[in-house]
């Protein structure tokens, strides 16, 4: 009986290359993971927004007009949400340094609150908009 020859290992499908091609060609991938970023604002204390800053700085140029509608929502989520994040950190630095409890921790417990529901809110929104590739209506108005 003859040798079989021996078996090609699997390929993958072309259309799994095809599709992540796509994927990263998209050019709505950078700004959706910027609001992914956006979601973590409050809890990095503004370092993930830093970043989203720079991103939205940056790419905003090379961008369709559609997309630019959605930086300049990114860059004034930002703008909007940083105060609130400063105000949190040095409430929490003074907490922890005073040892206060009691109401004061009850108003940074809001605060954050506060602040995490404005930025995650924004977020939301953008994300939304951005999945069905339709522009920010209103990308320079502070409310959602």
């Given at each position: 009986?003859?040798?079989k020859?021996?078996?090609?290992?699997?390929?993958?499908a072309?259309?799994?290359?095809?599709d992540?091609?796509?994927?990263v060609?998209?050019?709505?991938l950078?700004?959706?993971?910027?609001?992914?970023l956006l979601?973590?604002?409050?809890?990095?204390?503004?370092?993930?927004?830093?970043?989203?800053?720079?991103?939205?700085?940056f790419?905003?140029?090379?961008?369709?007009?559609?997309?630019?509608s959605?930086?300049?929502?990114q860059?004034?989520?930002?703008?909007?949400?940083?105060?609130?994040?400063?105000?949190?950190?040095?409430?929490?630095?003074?907490?922890?340094?005073?040892?206060?409890?009691?109401?004061?921790?009850?108003?940074?417990?809001?605060?954050?609150?506060?602040?995490?529901?404005?930025?995650?809110?924004?977020a939301?929104?953008?994300?939304?908009?951005?999945?069905?590739?339709?522009?920010i209506?209103?990308?320079?108005?502070?409310?959602?």
């Open positions: 009986m003859p040798a020859p021996p078996q090609k290992p699997a390929t993958p072309k259309g799994a290359s095809a992540l091609k796509a994927f060609a998209d050019p709505r950078l700004p959706f993971a910027t609001y992914l979601f973590f604002t409050t809890m990095t204390f503004g370092l993930s927004a830093l970043i989203v800053m720079l991103i939205a700085n790419a905003e140029d090379k961008t369709p007009d559609w997309l630019k959605h930086y300049e929502f860059k004034r989520t930002f703008w909007y949400s940083i105060l609130p994040v400063l105000l949190t950190a040095i409430i929490y630095t003074f907490a922890q340094r005073h040892a206060v409890s009691g109401p004061v921790t009850a108003i940074l417990m809001g605060l954050v609150l506060l602040c995490l529901a404005y930025t995650v809110g924004r939301i929104v953008g994300f939304n908009h951005l999945l069905y590739s339709r522009p209506p209103n990308s320079k108005d502070w409310l959602v």
